[in-house]
């Protein structure tokens, strides 16, 4: 039996998959040229982050009221390539080319009692975990349902490979 080895950096998960499968498969994966395993890399990444997107949406919108919309709609996946790593991750992106998502630790984590240098009091923000709560809802289904996604995509790509070269 042979073993697919791989790695996935999604923001602050970290995933190092193993897949385990039929020896065809393995060697299909190995004879992949490097553009066709970044997309599967990539794609299956983006495919395994949506739901957890959602859900970081879904937290901050029942707890904030929609009182930050624009974080709302700037939470996206976003993907990456460089040269040792390739993936995708969820963060609040650039909307229209200006960056909405500044705040967004600061509904998460919360903030001390804020002062200005000239004294006056801005108040201070309660922690809400909305992102926190996502990610630990999400964070033990994730690599399972990435090996699923690689081995389902290698499969999509063999047969329409197949169906490209049997015409």
């Known amino acids: 039996m042979t073993a697919i080895k791989g790695k996935m950096e999604a923001g602050a998960i970290s995933i190092t998959f193993t897949t385990f499968g039929v020896e065809e498969i393995a060697l299909a994966y190995r004879l992949l040229s490097n553009a066709s395993k970044k997309s599967l890399i990539i794609n299956s990444a983006t495919k395994v982050l949506r739901p957890l997107a959602k859900t970081a949406k879904t937290n901050l919108k029942s707890r904030h009221k929609f009182k930050t919309k624009n974080l709302y709609k700037s ?45 006056r009091r801005t108040g201070k923000v309660k922690p809400t975990k ?14 399972p349902a990435f090996e699923k996604e690689i081995n389902e995509g290698l499969i999509r790509m063999i047969k329409k490979y197949n169906a490209r070269t049997l015409k």
């Open 75 to 119: 939470i996206q996946v976003a993907r990456f390539d460089t040269d040792t790593l390739k993936g995708a991750y969820v963060k609040a992106r650039r909307v229209k080319n200006k960056y909405k998502g500044y705040h967004s630790h600061l509904l998460d984590l919360g903030t001390k009692e804020r002062v200005t240098k000239s004294g």
């Open 130 to 143: 909305w992102w926190k709560d996502a990610v630990d809802s999400h964070y033990k289904g994730i690599d």
